[in-house]
């Protein structure tokens, strides 16, 4: 009889993304095995397609703050189905309970996640040194000479033809062909990871008078303020007509699956240490990584072949916080009011060239 595996994943997107590979891992080491992943409601979507996975089961963790009886129903309903093993990726106190809930009989998380004294098997996961995906594949690998390597390092996401055609669409409507374009992500959930828009408009003004390719702008809705804040600034740059028109927004206007296509249709990526890094290693696209408040010892810097991190050194303040945070804390954000455009945009220079 196959076993029936449940992983428990809740936490953000890009989490969700670089998890992927450790799906992957899983399904190589039980080949047969009937694999469910438990996700934040809102983020499934990514992993439409998924050949590594047999049921994605989206967690709606607004409804189970609403209502302490929801995460109940929720835990019973996942011991239905009398999972064999639990992996835990995620270390809240949360995913501790729904993997105990479950009764399996090998129940797999960290050490450092909250009540990890209800796994059977824990593993220490350090705040820093090796990279995320490596943590992960951790709580499947004992000794770290079998983790995987090369591409099964990187995340795995699958096109929806769906999600390519509405993509191909767009870029044909503003005349631009795959590796044409440049995406600049210029916003994160966390404002210390954010650098500032003058900055950004200083980047994409040398790339639009320096460089042939397009520039696409990427985020969500949530982002609209910065893409106003961006096109304001623009205005006072000495661009000419034709080199304006290279640049075009896509903010608010692609879904989680959209964006995936759009991401790996593009010649590089210019981003805050956010979630779309992850999307660009999953597809191996050039790209420049801008840290502020976060460092790249956290684990999650860019898997793509050719990266290059850019950040401000010597700051006995960084980092701040393993998320970054809504303020600066020394109220000064040297991190990011320090950043140099110009580096940023030889660091492009540098991963473009043949």
């Known amino acids: 009889m196959s076993e029936k ?16 590979s450790f799906f992957h891992a899983v399904r190589i080491a039980y080949p047969e095995a009937e694999i469910h992943v438990v996700c934040n409601a809102g983020t499934e979507n990514v992993l439409t397609s ?17 209502n302490l009886f929801s995460f109940f129903e929720f835990a019973l309903q996942l011991r239905k189905n009398n999972y064999d093993v639990v992996f835990s990726p995620h270390f809240s106190h949360r995913s501790s309970l729904l993997s105990w809930f ?13 009540f990890s004294f209800l796994h059977t098997k824990k593993v220490p996961r350090p705040i820093t040194g090796p990279h995320e995906v490596d943590k992960l594949f951790s709580l499947l690998f004992d000794d770290p000479s079998d983790y995987p390597s090369g591409r099964e390092r990187r995340p795995y996401l699958y096109s ?50 320096k460089r042939q390719e397009s520039i696409i702008l ?47 249709k593009s010649k590089a990526i210019i981003s805050n240490d956010s979630s779309p890094i992850h999307y ?8 420049v990584m801008i840290y502020g408040a976060t460092i790249p010892a956290f ?10 991190i850019i950040e401000v050194p010597n ?21 990011m009011l320090e950043q140099d455009p110009l580096k940023i945009f030889n660091a492009l220079e540098a991963v473009l060239e043949k």
């Open 315 to 335: 700051l006995s303040c960084r980092p701040c916080g393993i998320h970054g945070g809504r303020f600066c804390p020394e109220k000064h954000f040297k991190c």
């Open 160 to 209: 929806n033809p769906t999600d390519d055609q509405r993509i191909l669409n767009l870029l044909s409507s503003i005349k631009i062909s795959e590796r044409e374009y440049i995406i600049l992500a210029p916003s994160s959930l966390w404002e210390t990871k954010r650098l500032p828009e003058e900055k950004f408009v200083s980047v994409i003004s040398q790339i639009l008078r």
């Open 218 to 264: 990427i985020g969500s809705k949530s982002d609209l303020e910065i893409e106003a804040r961006i096109f304001q600034l623009l205005k006072i740059e000495p661009l000419k007509e034709k080199e304006r028109n290279r640049l075009h927004s896509f903010i608010g206007k692609t879904s989680l699956g959209e964006l995936s296509s759009l991401i790996s």
């Open 299 to 308: 684990g999650y810097s860019a898997l793509s072949t050719k990266n290059r």
């Open 50 to 66: 998924n050949q590594d996975i047999n049921l994605v089961i989206p967690f709606d963790k607004k409804k189970i703050k609403r």
């Open 280 to 287: 660009a290693s999953a597809f191996n696209i050039l790209t």
């Open 102 to 114: 479950t009764t399996a009989p090998i129940r797999v998380g960290y050490v450092e996640s909250g």
């Open 5 to 20: 595996i449940l992983i428990l994943q809740t936490a953000f997107l890009g989490d969700l993304i670089l998890s992927t």
